[in-house]
Structures are given as C-alpha cells and as structure tokens.
C-alpha cells in the first residue's frame, strides 16, 4: 500500500485545546485584579477638590494641564501654551482659546472620566509629533 502525502495544516484550535487538557489536566483558574489607582493619580497630576493640574505627556514633550470636573458628566479640560505642532494637527478646531495662553480643549464624544479625557489629549500631542 503506498501513501501519498497531500500535505499538512494544524489542528484547529477547539482540537489542540482539548488534547492540550488531556495530556496535561486544566490548571485551576487565577484571578488577576486590575490596577485600582486611576490613571491621573499614575501620572503625577494633583487634585484639589474638583480640580486636577499637571502635565500633558508624551514621549516628544509635555504640556501644562488643568481639569475641572463639574460633574460626573460635565469635565473641562485646558492645556497650556499649544506648540505650532499642535496648531497644525487636523484637531486644532477642538481647541479654543480662553486668554492668558490657556486653551479648552473641546471632545465631540465626552470622556467618561477624568483619566480618559488625559488619555485623549496626549494621543494627540503624540499624533501632532509624529507628523
């Protein structure tokens, strides 16, 4: 009798995960908890009552922020002093200019918290540097 290899291709995966749990018996799960410190707190920002200050980073530079949370719905976000990178990004209309070098910094879908919206504003800084 002559066999003629037509080829190979591997198991699908429900098959190697059942022979996997034969062979070698199913570990007992673990539960990993996530990290409970927000996001703000990791990045050195203050709060004082409902305001936050601290920087906008990136891996290209870092901007003076301030947040003010009104609400649970309702965060105002400011950066300080924008670069001409900045002015040049496509989302330069978001900002608007509140005097003394400071800007609002406008998002058509509201951030859920404050760490969010900090999350948002430095992928921008980030894309405005890249270019």
């Known amino acids: 009798m002559r066999v003629r ?3 190979n291709r591997p198991a699908p995966a429900s098959v190697r995960d059942l022979i996997a749990r034969l062979v070698r018996g199913r570990a007992p799960a673990i539960r990993i908890e996530r990290r409970q410190i927000p996001y703000w707190l990791e990045r050195g920002w203050q709060r004082s009552g409902n305001a936050y200050d601290g920087r906008y980073q990136s891996p290209h530079v870092a901007f003076v922020g301030h947040v003010v949370e009104h609400g649970r719905n309702h965060i105002d976000f400011y ?8 002015q040049r990004h ?3 209309a978001c900002f608007q200019d509140r005097g003394e070098g400071w800007y609002q910094v406008h998002m058509s879908r509201r951030p859920a918290d404050v760490s969010s919206g900090i999350i948002t504003i430095e992928r921008l800084i980030t894309e405005a540097y890249r270019k």
Request: glycine share 8%; charged share 15%; hydrophobic share 35%.
């Open 5 to 7: 290899e037509l080829g």
């Open 79 to 86: 950066l300080y002093a924008p670069s001409p990178e900045i």
């Open 90 to 92: 496509s989302h330069w």
